[in-house]
């Protein structure tokens, strides 16, 4: 149980006589009080690997600057690094077991079929609920898992996994456009292109200029996009109908060859009024949110530079909320660097979005409190693969895993598959002591494991059993085993659906836009007053941030988390002795389930992890 409020004084006298002696009291006294702001600013993915080069030529200076105020380290993430157990880790204190929160899907029944998430499925208290239940002040914008936006102590805009995604991207393919020059027209509709909607695409094609098109409402002539969108350019947001619903998309021509032309329209985004569940809280935020800045996008993962657009939009959105009062807590997270590391890995592309962030994120920090505490940080890293493993071969060479007609896994039949960098096990068809004898003998093969075609060498593959990585009232929930390459050049395939018609081969080199994926160990900066300046760089896990954070506050920290207060990153005095309490969690609830919209598979490929 937590521990009680601090009881507040009355007066016999009106308080406002006070008022100027309590604010010097308590300015005086807040390293003890606590009563200091705090600042999380999150970086999804970023990785020293890409950063140091970029910070070494001079083209992240507000990094540069917050890491030359304070100290930077390295922040190891959770097992099976991926953004929902590692953000729920950051903003809880928790391992997964905890949380409830392992990878992208949740286990539905005691076969290893996996649901999508949302934010019920969290069975832990996030740190803004316990700094809210203590009357801080919280804005919380875009953190991935907060949706359904739940109540607190002021303002909450749900991130990543809301159901946001109307219908994934497409690409068209349209012939016979009449010509080489000119302008030429095509009415397209539902099966082809715009989903619902009818539209008429008007290509120019200049000899010996850019081609363009204009897009325009089949119906009535009423302009949707451009007037003239170049080759490659992204159109402005435009509506779209999907299942009689309507959205915003965005165009781009991606390639004009003689009578073939090549269109990609954008994922197609839910409009505010229409997503299933609240996006803020107070609900009245919406309203802000729709009038003030037009769209609810939590992320922009398609493309370079309608990624860069996002980033100086969500920028101008954090402003705004910061601008509304001087909150105790403030945290945003930047999702681009990882979905721009996915697409691109560290070419020019990448490093032009990275470039937007860090501007943006120089305009956080001038908007912060003068004696804020900030921690600028990533939920994992990143790292360079030459090959990538189908452990699905691997287990069905073992007789574990059987496939269907079109090279897809059959749990129910098999004895043993992997996905998201986990392995499961039928417990339909093993006694608890055959799982035991089976995870025990996978953990000992798996080093043994080899690249014939490349003179037999190690892949650097080690399985962990879940009993060794995670502990908590949760665990039966949790992949029977977890895999981990950490400093090979070798990569478990995450999503497994990507190797059906591949021919099933153990392994696949890396291709150009998969070479970089998530590694272990990402970034961690902590700047402000009191803390201690050091080049020499640190190590910490995800799990201390709430510890830190809630002990910086003058709270105490749970006994039930599990990660430690960074007390060294700070001068001596800086830090009032640690408190703790038993826990900050209630009895154990079965969580409350929001409605879902589409399949895993639906919404990994609209995050972009299914192509």
């Known amino acids: 149980m937590a521990l009680p409020k601090a009881m507040s004084g009355k007066p016999g006298i009106p308080l406002r006589l006070f008022l100027p002696f309590l604010v010097c009291i308590q300015s005086f006294f807040s390293p003890v009080l606590g009563q200091r702001p705090v600042v999380i600013i999150g970086w999804d993915g970023a990785t020293w690997e890409i950063l140091d080069p970029l910070l070494d030529q001079g083209r992240l200076p507000h990094l540069a600057s917050l890491m030359g105020r304070g100290r930077a380290g390295i922040l190891e993430s959770t097992p099976c690094f991926v953004s929902p157990p590692a953000w729920a880790a950051i903003y809880t204190g928790k391992n997964p077991a905890k949380t409830g929160i392992y990878h992208f899907g949740r ?65 068209l393919d349209v012939t016979d456009w009449g010509g080489e020059a000119g302008i030429h027209g095509a009415a397209m509709s539902a099966s082809t292109f715009l989903h619902e909607t009818e539209v008429d695409l008007i290509l120019r094609r200049p000899r010996g200029g850019t081609p363009t098109i204009t897009v325009r409402n089949a ?81 922009v993962r398609w493309n370079w530079k309608p990624a860069v657009e996002h980033t100086t939009w969500f920028g ?25 590391q996915h697409l691109y890995g560290d070419d020019e592309k990448t490093i032009a979005v990275l470039e937007e962030v860090d501007r943006v994120t120089g305009d956080i920090i001038r908007g912060a409190p003068e004696n804020a505490l900030i921690l600028l940080l990533s939920d994992h890293g990143f790292a360079r693969y030459e ?29 043993a598959w992997s996905t998201m960098w986990s392995v499961y096990l039928n417990e339909r068809l093993l006694s608890q002591a055959e799982i035991s004898a089976l995870q025990d003998r996978l953990v000992r093969l798996a080093p043994t494991v080899t690249d014939a075609e490349r003179g037999f060498r190690s892949l650097g593959l080690l399985l962990s059993r879940r009993e060794d990585v995670y502990h908590g009232p949760f665990l039966r929930d949790a992949p029977h085993l977890v895999a981990i390459t950490q400093g090979s050049p070798y990569v478990p395939e995450f999503w497994d659906r990507k190797n059906i018609g591949s021919g099933r081969a153990l392994y696949r080199d890396t291709g ?86 589409g399949s895993l598979e639906d919404r990994l490929r609209a995050l972009g992890y299914v192509r």
Not at 116 to 129: F, H, M
Not at 143 to 156: D, F, Q, S
Not at 229 to 256: C, D, H, K, Q, Y
Not at 321 to 337: I, K, N, T, Y
Request: overall charge negative.
């Open 107 to 171: 286990r539905e029944d005691d076969l290893p079929h996996l649901g999508d998430l949302s934010g019920d499925d969290v069975r832990a208290k996030w740190l803004w609920e316990i700094l809210s239940a203590e009357g801080r002040s919280c804005a919380v914008v875009n953190v991935p898992l907060t949706y359904p936006a739940k109540a607190i102590n002021g303002i909450c805009i749900s991130g990543e996994f809301s159901p946001c995604i109307l219908a994934p991207p497409l690409l």
């Open 219 to 299: 119906e009535n002539g009423l302009f949707l996009a451009g007037p003239e969108i170049a080759l490659n350019e992204w159109a402005p947001w435009f509506e779209v109908t999907v299942g009689g619903e309507r959205g915003w998309a965005r165009i781009t021509l991606r390639s004009v060859h003689k009578t073939k032309v090549r269109l990609w329209l954008s994922p197609v985004y839910r409009k505010i009024e229409h997503m299933p569940g609240p996006i803020t809280f107070p609900a009245a935020w919406a309203d802000t949110l729709l009038r003030e800045h037009h769209y609810f996008l939590p992320f």
């Open 316 to 340: 101008d959105l954090c402003s705004d909320v910061q601008s509304r009062r001087r909150w105790d807590f403030f945290s945003c997270v930047f999702l681009a660097p990882d979905h721009m």
């Open 387 to 415: 090959r990538r493993i189908d452990l699905n071969s691997w287990l069905a060479e073992l007789g574990l895993t059987t496939f269907g007609n079109h090279e897809e896994v059959l749990p129910e039949s098999s004895l």
């Open 512 to 597: 150009l836009h998969d070479s970089w994926d998530h590694a272990l160990d990402g970034i961690i900066v902590v700047a402000g007053s009191g803390v201690r300046q050091e080049e020499k760089r640190f190590r910490a896990s995800v799990y201390d941030v709430t510890p830190t954070v809630l002990s910086y506050a003058g709270l105490p920290v749970a006994d039930d988390m599990d990660g430690n207060v960074l007390t060294n990153l700070f001068e001596s005095g800086t830090m009032a002795r640690v408190k703790t309490c038993e826990s900050y969690e209630g009895p154990l609830e079965e969580p409350a389930m929001t409605p879902r919209t």
